[in-house]
């Protein structure tokens, strides 16, 4: 049983960038979610994505976007890149009506320098 | 504002011995709590949850209480072994209607068992 994967493991940007992170969730699973941690922070939330639409987001602003395909899998797309975008950015999957249960994936570390 | 404190960064057990971590939240609402345990260069791993109509799940080695009055909870793990070494975060989830169960998550401690 495949668990939640992302790509890429690791990836350095410059500043202005933009990026986009990749992410198979758990089979099965048809709700996304994506997270922001940064080094000695927990998780953040960044947003939502179910039946292919933002189900809810966090306090991100709009240069954070997502996208979810008919297969569940999604992206994380970063526009305009910051030095604070800086961090390890998770995918979780989980069942519609299970949300509050997540598995995660091995995260994608993402520097900008 | 962090809703979800886990005050101590770091704890350190004598192997076979009790290891509890702390959580506290501030927001009421939280009717859902879990336990996520990290290792590095992998993502969280769901280790145990409890629902606000309960003050004790328990499951093998691990236990979590639930203090609602205190806005408090703790995971206890005994006895602990050295596989058990990770960061162990504490998450909490407002009303577990449909669509609005994003986790919130505090910052972590990180336990090491000494042998």
């Known amino acids: 049983d495949a668990g939640v994967t992302q790509s890429p493991t690791h990836l350095i940007k410059t500043r202005g960038q933009q990026v986009t992170l990749r992410c198979s969730p758990k089979?099965?699973?048809?709700?996304v979610s994506w997270y922001q941690q940064a080094l000695g922070q927990g998780p953040q939330f960044i947003f939502q994505y179910y039946e292919e639409e933002e189900r809810q987001r966090g306090n991100f602003p709009d240069r954070f976007s997502g996208h979810q395909f008919p297969n569940y899998s999604s992206e994380l797309n970063v526009n305009a890149l910051l030095l604070g975008d800086s961090a390890l950015y998770l995918c979780?999957?989980?069942?519609?009506?299970?949300?509050?249960?997540?598995?995660f994936g091995p995260g994608t570390r993402l520097t900008v320098t | 504002d962090q809703q979800v404190k886990q005050n101590s960064p770091s704890l350190s057990v004598q192997e076979g011995r009790i290891s509890i971590l702390n959580c506290d939240y501030t927001?009421?609402?939280?009717?859902?709590f879990l336990w996520y345990k990290k290792y590095p260069a992998e993502g969280p791993t769901f280790l145990i949850s409890?629902?606000?109509?309960?003050d004790k799940n328990e499951d093998g080695r691990f236990t979590v209480f639930l203090n609602k009055s205190a806005k408090h909870l703790s995971l206890h793990i005994v006895p602990s072994q050295p596989g058990d070494s990770a960061v162990y975060f504490c998450a909490a989830s407002l009303d577990l209607n449909f669509g609005n169960e994003k986790l919130t998550f505090g910052t972590g401690t990180r336990l090491t068992i000494i042998p």
């Open positions: 979780a999957s989980s069942f519609a009506d299970r949300t509050y249960e997540q598995y």
């Open positions: 409890i629902s606000s109509i309960k």
């Open positions: 927001n009421s609402m939280f009717d859902y």
């Open positions: 089979s099965g699973h048809d709700t």
